[in-house]
């Protein structure tokens, strides 16, 4: 079992930045694949960054590559997703998500707004 914990979230200028983070509890941090997700108000949640067990290998998608990136540190069995340059097309529910196998699990999301 994995408990996942956001942070980081809030309201934010077109052009800033905010770091998510996602605190992870429980066993075995470092074999799970771990993604972001995000969701907003009637639209479809999708995958915004997936990060490997390592953190050797990362994807993104296309409409937040090269403003954001995912991390993370296995120790403090925490992974974070540091978003800059943000637009207002950014502003969703930011959830992270923990996966082996067939196993996953959620977080309560964090809530991330870009307005002026």
């Known amino acids: 079992q994995v408990q996942l914990v956001e942070s980081g979230g809030g309201l934010v200028q077109p052009g800033g930045s905010l770091r998510l983070s996602c605190a992870a509890s429980g066993s075995s941090f470092s074999t799970y694949t771990m993604r972001w997700f995000r969701q907003a108000p009637g639209k479809e949640r999708e995958t915004v960054a997936v990060i490997s067990t390592a953190g050797r290998s990362t994807s993104y998608v296309d409409s937040v590559r090269g403003r954001f990136t995912i991390s993370r540190d296995n120790v403090k069995n925490t992974v974070f997703l540091q978003m800059n340059n943000l637009k207002p097309e950014d502003t969703a529910m930011y959830y992270c998500?923990?996966?082996?196998?067939?196993?996953?699990?959620w977080g309560q999301g964090t809530q991330v707004t870009v307005s002026s």
């Open positions: 998500n923990a996966r082996i196998g067939l196993s996953e699990y």
